[in-house]
């Protein structure tokens, strides 16, 4: 049985409503087509089954009263959604208008917070030029006022301290040491604020940083020639401050006189003073860098301040650097004096490692096996200064000949000596003058001389032991560098080795330079010292002569004759002191007249006899043949010349005969043998008894010939007389004349020297002198010669 079917109704077309108004935003459109989506679900609700006709539209088939209600909520529903969308743009334009507004209100409210922040910031710059001005102007102040301070209390240290130390007693050693080279530092600093002062500037104005700048670099050279050798010789001041620490009582007077000295500082120690320079030099970049921090770079010293920074920082890595090379210097150049058991202590296996590498490199380089590094300029600069040394030394052993020949002339004061030529012009003259010489000219000659040239040569002697001992090191160096020069990588010990040999040639080839030339310019300059001396002397002699030119019996000579006659009298004197040397050379060289024994008066007879008296020599000392033919002879030996020469000509070797045996013997070991005469000549005057003769001495008499006389005379006895044996005419006060023959006294038998070849005796008249010894005779009385004077 079939169910009946509902019946279908018709198809129908619904179509949606259009849009109110094209000019709908898509805002109402979006809006719109997310709305659509509740009518069809509710559609679908109604009628389960929806169709899509042919033209793509949905379609329902549902009963007519269904549709109609469907069209009415649907219109109902597109109206409230025409309203909803109106009412949507209405508020739309009415929010952008309130907009609209309030951008304008917020633009001019931007442009005031915006002007207002501008003049803000232009304030707070402002506020920042006006701070970084007033610590331009605090630092520039600093630097100003620091150097006041700082060159105030090297004043003190200086003046007040060290004056007062000095008067210490005992005196402090090396002292001044201390102080060496802090006067220069002072002169500097006091230098560049004096500049500073002339420009009548003050801080504050612009252009005291350029005068600031301006006076540092002008004086950037002098400041680093005064630091560097303080700041090189500080160590010293160190050492010397601690030797005085270790004396307590010592330190304690020093600590004492500086607070005395200087009660408005708390300083207890010299270095609280001297290392103020050490310590001002470094600050000169931090306060130029202060500065320039708190500069703008608009300011027109700017540039000028930069580069002052810089040069303060580029004047304290030299200075630096010299001082790192004086260390160096003064650890090499030492000279130490070590006994040998202080060298083998000193022996340890890296010493003998380290030598015996040197010897085997120097030995490399003298057999080829290894190049040696040459240093051309180096070189040059050695071979230079080894020849200043060589003359140095020559010079002052010259010097020091010079002087020890002054001094042996001022030694020989011949104006002393009485020459018995009283009342006579030219002796008197002659003493004043030499007096004068001796008393004054040469004196004063001699301490200039030591003053000016013999100690600046000393110590120009003793400057050279410091190049010569760094020369020495820097070859010992040298060996160890070219060891080490192939490597690539080099241990610390070996970069210290390399490095120290650069230290030590870069150190000598900018120092040796300078040293030569001073060495030379001092050479020099005491060469012309020595010329000066000398014309000094020539023009004080001069002066001296002249005032005595009159009283000579020569000064009426002309120059042409004078000279001749100086000639003539110069060589004539010189022949004549020639001869008289030569006497008494033969009469010193004369061998003591001794008794022979049988022996030698046999010998003395047969070489007499057969070659002469004349050729008689004898042996002063013992010979020792050391050649062939060589006679070995005695002391006092008799022997004759045979010839004075030996077979070859040489006049050293005589060729002798001893008594049979002959041979060659040196001549520096003979001499003359004189034979004493058997029966001395009688006096032409007096004739003695022969149980008083006996051996006299030879004196010297005018007509030069010897006579003989008794020995030394004794003093009167009743029985006895002293007679005068020969005539002698005094030759000065303290002599007296005598005749032969005439009696005398014998007050005392020798001179006030105690020599008995002279005699003080009384003449007739009661003149009292000496007389020769030997020209006195003893008598009995009543024996005199005829027409003699009695005694009285």
Not at 447 to 465: E, F, G, I, N
Not at 629 to 640: P, S, T, Y
Request: net charge negative; hydrophobic share 35%; glycine share 4%.
């Amino acid at each position: 049985m079939e169910v009946p079917r509902r019946p279908q109704p018709s198809s129908f077309t619904l179509a949606l409503p259009k849009p109110a108004s094209p000019a709908l935003s898509p805002l109402g459109a979006v809006k719109k087509v997310a709305e659509k989506d509740p009518m069809k679900e509710k559609l679908q609700e109604k009628d389960g089954t929806t169709e899509r006709n042919q033209f793509g539209e949905e379609t329902c088939s549902t009963e007519e009263s269904d549709v109609s209600v469907f069209v009415e909520e649907a219109a109902a529903e597109t109206s409230e959604l025409v309203d909803s969308n109106a009412s949507a743009v209405n508020s739309r334009l009415s929010s952008q208008d309130s907009f609209s507004e309030e951008s304008s209100i917020s633009e001019e409210r931007l442009a005031q917070e915006a002007e207002e922040a501008k003049k803000k910031s232009e304030e707070d710059e402002a506020a920042a030029k006006e701070r970084e001005a007033q610590r331009q102007l605090l630092s520039i102040e600093e630097l100003v006022q620091s150097e006041r301070n700082y060159l105030r209390l090297l004043q003190v240290s200086t003046v007040t301290i060290r004056s007062n130390l000095q008067k210490l007693q005992p005196p402090l050693a090396n002292l001044d040491s201390m102080f060496l080279y802090i006067e220069e530092v002072i002169d500097v600093s006091g230098r560049l604020l004096s500049l500073l002062d002339q420009k009548q500037v003050r801080p504050g104005d612009p252009l005291f940083l350029e005068t600031l700048c301006d006076s540092f670099l002008s004086l950037s050279s002098e400041i680093e020639a005064a630091y560097k050798e303080y700041l090189a010789n500080y160590n010293h001041i160190t050492v010397v401050e601690n030797s005085y620490k270790q004396k307590e009582g010592l330190w304690n007077e020093i600590v004492s006189v500086i607070k005395a000295s200087a009660p408005e500082v708390n300083a207890t120690s010299l270095s609280f003073f001297l290392v103020m320079p050490v310590q001002r030099i470094a600050r000169y970049p931090l306060l130029l860098q202060t500065i320039q921090k708190h500069t703008d770079r608009a300011h027109p010293a700017y540039a000028l301040l930069e580069q002052t920074a810089h040069t303060s920082i580029a004047l304290n890595c030299r200075i630096n650097e010299y001082k790192r090379f004086r260390e160096v210097a003064d650890k090499y150049k030492k000279t130490e004096t070590l006994t040998i058991k202080d060298k083998i202590n000193r022996l340890n296996s890296h010493s003998i490692a380290k030598k015996t590498a040197r010897l085997s490199q120097q030995i490399k380089h003298e057999t080829g096996i290894a190049p040696k590094l040459v240093d051309e300029e180096f070189d040059a600069l050695e071979g230079f200064f080894y020849v200043l040394e060589h003359g140095i030394l020559e010079l002052l052993e010259n010097v020091e000949t010079y002087l020890h020949h002054l001094q042996g002339f001022l030694a020989c004061k011949t104006e002393e000596f009485d020459f018995d030529m009283d009342g006579e012009k030219a002796p008197i003259s002659y003493k004043e003058i030499t007096t004068a010489l001796r008393q004054w000219i040469l004196p004063t000659f001699e301490k200039r001389m030591r003053t000016l040239m013999h100690k600046p040569l000393c110590a120009l002697r003793d400057l050279l032991v410091g190049p010569r001992n760094l020369i020495r090191k820097r070859l010992d160096k040298l060996l160890d560098y070219e060891m080490i020069e192939a490597k690539s990588n080099l241990s610390y010990e070996e970069q210290a080795v390399a490095n120290t040999y650069r230290t030590i040639n870069t150190l000598l080839l900018n120092e040796l330079p300078r040293f030569n030339g001073l060495a030379l310019q001092m050479i020099w300059s005491m060469l012309g010292t020595f010329s000066c001396l000398h014309k000094d002397l020539a023009s004080d002699m001069e002066q001296l002569f002249q005032s005595f030119a009159q009283q000579l019996p020569h000064s009426s000579f002309s120059p042409g004759a004078f000279w001749e006659w100086a000639e003539s009298a110069v060589l004539e004197g010189a022949r004549k002191l020639d001869t008289l040397c030569r006497s008494v050379e033969d009469t010193l060289n004369a061998p003591v007249v001794q008794p022979l024994s049988p022996s030698s008066q046999r010998r003395l007879k047969q070489l007499t006899d057969k070659h002469g008296s004349g050729k008689i020599y004898q042996v002063i000392g013992t010979v020792v043949g050391s050649r062939d033919l060589d006679l070995n002879l005695a002391k006092g030996e008799l022997v004759a010349i045979i010839s004075e020469a030996d077979s070859r000509g040489d006049k050293r070797r005589w060729l002798i005969d001893a008594g049979g045996r002959r041979g060659y013997a040196p001549s520096s070991k003979l001499i003359r043998y004189h034979q004493p005469a058997e029966d001395p000549p009688p006096s032409p005057h007096l004739t003695l008894p022969e149980d008083m003769t006996g051996i006299r001495r030879h004196s010297y008499t005018p007509e030069n010939r010897p006579l003989t006389v008794m020995s030394q005379p004794c003093f009167q006895c009743p029985l006895l007389q002293v007679l005068a044996a020969y005539d002698f005419i005094a030759r000065g006060n303290h002599e007296v004349s005598m005749r032969a023959g005439e009696p005398v006294r014998v007050l005392e038998h020798h001179d006030k020297r105690g020599n008995p070849e002279w005699s003080l005796v009384e003449v007739k008249g009661g003149q009292r002198g000496y007389v020769p010894s030997n020209y006195l005779a003893i008598m009995p009385m009543g024996m005199g010669p005829p027409g003699c004077h009695q005694p009285y």
